[in-house]
């Protein structure tokens, strides 16, 4: 197991080349965060010590963390693999944003993270209750969403400013301590083809929400990337000179292979992950790790591996290990 060095993070992000090949997840999953820690599956607890032990363990310079239990209540959807945008609509009218029980974030208990006892070498990286349109989404539904913008554009900008508001105080309350290195907002943004919701609602609406938060991190001293899926090409420019992003993940082959995403961005913003889950599912270690070196041979500066966009249930273990021997060199 090699020791964790963060500043090899920092690098990756300050688009400059890493003392060595870096890693970058945004989550594993139970199992497998069970096999890396070394103990079994109904031990492990997700504590902020057991998700360093599983992320140092698997060769990561920092651990994901939340900061609290902090969310907003939903209706429960109905889930099965996926579920519906338009299931567990909380928020239909001014009288259900008015009923709303609206969370406060001062009211949760953000100990666990200021009092880890994080390895020498590693950071935190703090990641937010989803993010602004996501939980936007979940609380009116998609097309109440796309309808309530023509309908009742005060409400839709009441909703945002509650949610954004509530996860720009989330973040306050979390990344204010030692441990902490890094900020992540996720929100997934897009389909395969465009944003959920026009560009220029998105810049109404979403885009003031995250530059808050952006100039939060680096206000605090660390810096921020963005997670979000889908097709941003349209957006790109705003992630990158208007938000001010250090950092994006998520990327699919079908919208953009990671490879040409680094050819075309690399100097502006630092390139995460990538290794489309698609590929890493059905290919063979061996495919997967020969692309992966490749990668490292192209994403010498401002480059970290990883997935496109996580490691759910159903990657091969031996696939997932494949992508990290081409970093680990095990």
């Given at each position: 197991?090699?020791?964790?060095?963060?500043?090899?993070i920092?690098k990756?992000?300050?688009?400059?080349?890493?003392?060595?090949?870096?890693?970058?997840?945004?989550?594993?999953?139970?199992?497998l965060?069970?096999?890396?820690a070394?103990?079994?599956?109904?031990?492990f607890?997700?504590?902020?010590?057991?998700?360093c032990?599983a992320?140092?363990?698997?060769g990561?310079?920092?651990?994901t963390v939340?900061?609290?239990a902090?969310?907003?209540?939903?209706?429960e959807?109905?889930?099965?693999?996926?579920?519906?945008?338009?299931?567990?609509v909380?928020?239909?009218?001014?009288a259900?944003?008015d009923a709303?029980?609206?969370?406060?974030?001062?009211?949760f208990?953000?100990s666990a993270v200021?009092?880890?006892?994080v390895p020498?070498?590693m950071?935190?990286?703090?990641?937010?209750?989803?993010?602004?349109?996501e939980?936007?989404?979940?609380?009116v539904g998609y097309d109440n969403l796309a309808?309530?913008?023509?309908?009742?554009e005060q409400l839709?900008?009441?909703?945002?400013?509650q949610?954004g508001?509530?996860?720009?105080c989330?973040?306050?309350?979390?990344?204010k301590?030692?441990?902490?290195?890094?900020?992540?907002s996720?929100?997934?943004?897009?389909?395969?083809t465009q944003t959920?919701?026009s560009?220029?609602d998105m810049a109404?609406?979403?885009f003031?929400w995250?530059?808050?938060?952006?100039?939060?991190?680096?206000?605090?001293?660390?810096?921020?990337?963005?997670?979000?899926?889908?097709?941003?090409r349209?957006?790109?420019?705003?992630?990158?000179d208007d938000?001010?992003?250090?950092?994006?993940h998520s990327?699919?082959?079908?919208?953009?292979?990671?490879?040409?995403?680094?050819?075309?961005?690399?100097?502006?913003?630092?390139i995460?992950?990538g290794?489309d889950l698609?590929f890493i599912?059905?290919s063979?270690?061996?495919?997967?790790?020969?692309r992966?070196?490749?990668?490292?041979?192209?994403?010498?500066?401002?480059?970290?591996?990883?997935t496109?966009n996580?490691?759910?249930?159903y990657?091969?273990?031996?696939?997932?290990?494949?992508m990290?021997r081409?970093?680990?060199?095990?």
């Amino acid at each position: 197991m090699r020791k964790p060095d963060f500043n090899n993070i920092l690098k990756v992000l300050r688009r400059e080349a890493p003392d060595r090949p870096t890693l970058f997840e945004f989550f594993l999953n139970h199992n497998l965060y069970a096999r890396v820690a070394g103990c079994a599956p109904e031990k492990f607890d997700y504590s902020v010590e057991s998700m360093c032990r599983a992320f140092n363990a698997a060769g990561y310079d920092y651990a994901t963390v939340s900061g609290s239990a902090f969310g907003f209540p939903a209706l429960e959807k109905k889930r099965n693999q996926t579920y519906s945008l338009n299931d567990g609509v909380s928020i239909a009218c001014r009288a259900d944003f008015d009923a709303y029980p609206w969370p406060d974030p001062d009211t949760f208990d953000y100990s666990a993270v200021r009092e880890a006892d994080v390895p020498e070498g590693m950071k935190l990286m703090v990641n937010g209750p989803c993010g602004v349109l996501e939980n936007v989404i979940s609380l009116v539904g998609y097309d109440n969403l796309a309808l309530m913008i023509f309908d009742d554009e005060q409400l839709v900008y009441d909703v945002f400013e509650q949610v954004g508001s509530s996860l720009l105080c989330y973040y306050e309350l979390s990344i204010k301590n030692k441990n902490v290195g890094l900020l992540m907002s996720n929100d997934d943004w897009g389909f395969n083809t465009q944003t959920m919701i026009s560009p220029r609602d998105m810049a109404r609406f979403v885009f003031p929400w995250h530059k808050k938060i952006v100039a939060l991190a680096h206000d605090t001293g660390i810096p921020a990337v963005l997670h979000s899926c889908g097709n941003l090409r349209e957006v790109m420019d705003a992630v990158i000179d208007d938000m001010k992003f250090d950092g994006k993940h998520s990327y699919e082959d079908i919208i953009q292979p990671v490879e040409d995403a680094y050819r075309e961005y690399n100097d502006r913003i630092a390139i995460l992950g990538g290794i489309d889950l698609g590929f890493i599912t059905t290919s063979t270690p061996e495919e997967i790790t020969t692309r992966c070196k490749k990668m490292f041979e192209i994403g010498q500066k401002g480059y970290a591996l990883g997935t496109g966009n996580s490691v759910p249930d159903y990657v091969p273990h031996e696939n997932y290990f494949a992508m990290t021997r081409a970093a680990l060199g095990e």
